[in-house]
């Protein structure tokens, strides 16, 4: 692929969400990529960060060799700019992982005192040129996650729709809590979703989940992923859906989730981490 340069002209303010859930294939990595691909196919500059040393998000959006991955940026503290790849989406970039992120992140405490506000820093001092980052966590509350809930204005969380699900969802609910009395206070809980659901026949316990999570989290429980193949194919040959099947339920699922992100973000003060103002 050409490379091009990536947007680096100020353009506040940044919005930073990161996608997490300490409980593993719940479909952050599908939420990533089809929030950032939906947002970027509206025109916005989005990048996405694979913060997950599984490198999923990563090897759905590029078959090319990483200039410096995610691990690299960190320790460095920057390089951002030269580090990110153009993907097949023409305002959607990536900055990617392999396995060696987990090395690099337990290096980071090592490295220096505030290594929490690492990737804050790094998104203030170069990603002013994007209008949205979207940051795809690993399935664990290890250094990357925390990284992440240190740098974002939002975290979502996706969830399924099974037995002990919210358990994961207090647990992520509990960090964030503590990192915004302590390190990120304008951290916002954009709400939790569920994924991968059945609309035609809603399980007894999809049911009665749901109605346990908007218990839990009056006004913040958002509108469902349905169980779609198109998504899991997109990602597997490395397309984004929205381009491969535009019409599909997934795709329609996610572009709804965006619009209702969309309304969240411009209803709240524009006071965020990355305003300029
Ligand atoms: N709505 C959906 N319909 C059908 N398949 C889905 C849907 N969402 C996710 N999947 C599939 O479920 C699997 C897990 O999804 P995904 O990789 O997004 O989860 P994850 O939470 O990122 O996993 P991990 O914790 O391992 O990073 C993938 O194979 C993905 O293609
Ligand atoms: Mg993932």
């Known amino acids: 692929m050409k490379r091009k340069n990536p947007p680096s002209l100020a353009k506040p303010p940044l919005r930073v969400i990161a996608v997490a859930n300490s409980k593993g294939g719940v479909g952050k990595t599908t939420t990533s990529l089809n929030l950032a691909g939906e947002l970027a196919s509206r025109g916005y500059q989005v990048l996405l960060i694979d913060l997950d040393p599984q490198g999923n998000a990563t090897a759905a959006l590029t078959k090319e060799d990483l200039p410096a991955s995610t691990g690299q940026v960190l320790v460095a503290g920057g390089g951002l700019l030269e580090a990110v790849v153009p993907t097949a989406l023409g305002t959607l970039w990536l900055l990617g992982t392999g396995p060696e992120l987990r ?140 381009t491969q099947a535009p019409e599909s339920v997934g795709v329609l699922d996610y572009r709804a989730l965006t619009d209702e992100l969309l309304h969240l973000l411009d209803t709240r003060p524009l006071s965020t981490l990355y305003s300029t103002t």
């Open 103 to 242: 090395a690099y992140a337990k290096q980071l405490p090592e490295q220096r005192e505030d290594y929490r506000n690492v990737l804050r820093d790094v998104l203030m001092k170069e990603a002013g040129g994007f209008d949205y980052a979207l940051l795809d966590c690993p399935p664990s509350l290890d250094t990357e996650t925390l990284l992440a809930l240190c740098a974002a204005d939002y975290y979502l969380i996706p969830s399924l729709p099974e037995r002990f699900s919210l358990d994961g969802v207090k647990r992520l609910v509990g960090l964030a809590d503590r990192v915004k009395e302590t390190m990120n206070p304008t951290l916002h809980f954009a709400g939790v979703f569920f994924t991968r659901f059945n609309a035609n026949k809603p399980s007894r316990l999809h049911q009665d989940i749901v109605a346990a999570a908007k218990q839990l989290f009056a006004g913040q429980v958002l509108s469902g992923v349905r169980d779609n193949q198109a998504l899991g194919t997109a990602q597997r040959y490395a397309v984004p859906a929205q």
